[in-house]
């Protein structure tokens, strides 16, 4: 069985080495949505997939994205520096801040959560299945286990200003997540 629950953000970043000239040279922002879909192999004791409440790192996770500025690291120096002089609220993610680049991102920081999560309600082998951003009401990008392939970065490469830290309800749910 398949749930899905869905998280919102407000974000602004710029898309370089796209396409479009008004993406890859300014500013701009969205209205995000993020969809997460889990499976489970069976249902828990309440005949749940799982209680979305062992989903409050997640929301932790995707909320830190929310009325920030996601910043690419290969974003030039004086770019960089700039943003973060600027704004209180900066995400620094390995990959290029498009949707397909959010949905990887999430995928893997998500499956991570997902399997530290502790199960005590009977649920079965629940797995994270696919995070879906729509980053326009007409256009989403979708990710899923198999995408891992293309993951080329750890998550000490994703990193969140002091701005979005001290906003985390749960100040330990980073470090739990960490590397192996």
């Not at 991102?105 to 005590?120: A, Y």
Request: glycine residues 4%; aromatic residues 12%; negative net charge.
């Amino acid at each position: 069985m398949i749930i899905r629950k869905k998280f919102r953000f407000e974000g602004a970043h710029i898309v370089r080495n796209c396409t479009s000239q008004r993406c890859r040279e300014n500013i701009h922002g969205h209205s995000y949505e993020v969809e997460v879909f889990l499976k489970s192999d069976q249902l828990d004791n309440g005949f749940m997939v799982m209680d979305f409440i062992l989903l409050s790192s997640v929301a932790e996770f995707i909320h830190s994205f929310d009325h920030s500025y996601t910043l690419w690291d290969k974003e030039a120096d004086e770019v960089k520096d700039a943003i973060y002089r600027i704004n209180t609220r900066v995400a620094e993610i390995p990959v290029s801040p498009s949707a397909e680049g959010y949905a990887l991102l999430f995928f893997f920081v998500i499956n991570r959560i997902i399997s530290k999560t502790k199960f005590v309600n009977g649920e079965g082998n629940v797995k994270l299945h696919a995070v879906r951003v729509h980053e326009t009401q007409s256009g989403y990008a979708e990710a899923s286990a198999e995408d891992l392939s293309m993951v080329r970065f750890v998550l000490k490469d994703i990193k969140f200003n002091d701005g979005i830290q001290k906003e985390w309800k749960d100040k330990t749910w980073w470090n739990q997540i960490g590397e192996f």
